[in-house]
């Protein structure tokens, strides 16, 4: 059984999100883009889901799945009950709707090493205090052809240097990162 604050949980630790109240309702947005949004007494939940796909979705578990109000089909939307939903298939399904409203370098992040999303999106909205100790103190940082190595040159890079592309492969030691490709 899932709850709205494990799917809370799992949309924001993914980069670019926040969350938002409106009209009664916590919604998961990355910029203006709704990809999660609750019920308001937080038993359901919609969410982004390609509009080709949703009617196989439901189709495959009603019990579980719905499509949403008349009003709303023309949205990519599908409705699930949380309490039939088991952990790893929330996860998918947030994840997934969280790719369909962010670029394509960000799809990755997810699958990567913790504390790799993390990490990236606190170079994305340049909160250095929050990613010091996310960086080990010998972290090797290699973004094409810049290779630092230590987590105060790579920070003092980060500073001055337009946001990197997120890594392709990741080290981490200790639970922070220790080395960083591109």
């Known amino acids: 059984m899932v709850t709205a604050d494990d799917v809370r949980r ?3 630790a993914l980069p670019r999100t926040y969350e938002f109240f409106t009209g009664g309702r916590f919604k ?14 937080e038993t359901t939940m919609g969410f982004g889901y390609p509009r080709d796909a949703r009617d196989g ?14 009003r709303d089909l023309r ?3 599908v409705c699930a009950r ?3 939903l088991d952990p790893e298939e929330m996860r998918e399904l947030v994840t997934d709707a969280w790719r369909m409203c962010t670029p394509r370098m960000l799809h990755d992040l997810p699958e990567l090493e ?9 170079i994305d909205v ?23 190595r230590g987590r105060t040159r790579v920070l003092d890079h980060l500073r001055c240097h337009p946001t990197p592309r997120p890594p392709t492969s990741v080290e981490v030691r200790d639970g922070r990162l220790y080395r960083w490709v591109r």
Do not use: C, M
């Open 10 to 12: 799992v949309g924001l």
């Open 28 to 41: 998961l947005k990355v910029r203006q883009i709704v990809y999660v949004g609750f019920s308001r007494d």
């Open 57 to 70: 979705l439901v189709e495959s578990d009603p019990a579980t799945f719905f499509l949403p109000p008349a």
């Open 75 to 77: 949205y990519q939307w």
């Open 82 to 84: 949380l309490d039939r």
């Open 114 to 122: 913790a504390p790799t999303a993390a990490a990236w999106n606190a």
């Open 126 to 148: 340049g909160d250095w205090a929050a990613l010091r100790p996310l960086l080990h103190p010998s972290l090797h940082f290699v973004d094409g052809p810049v290779a630092l």
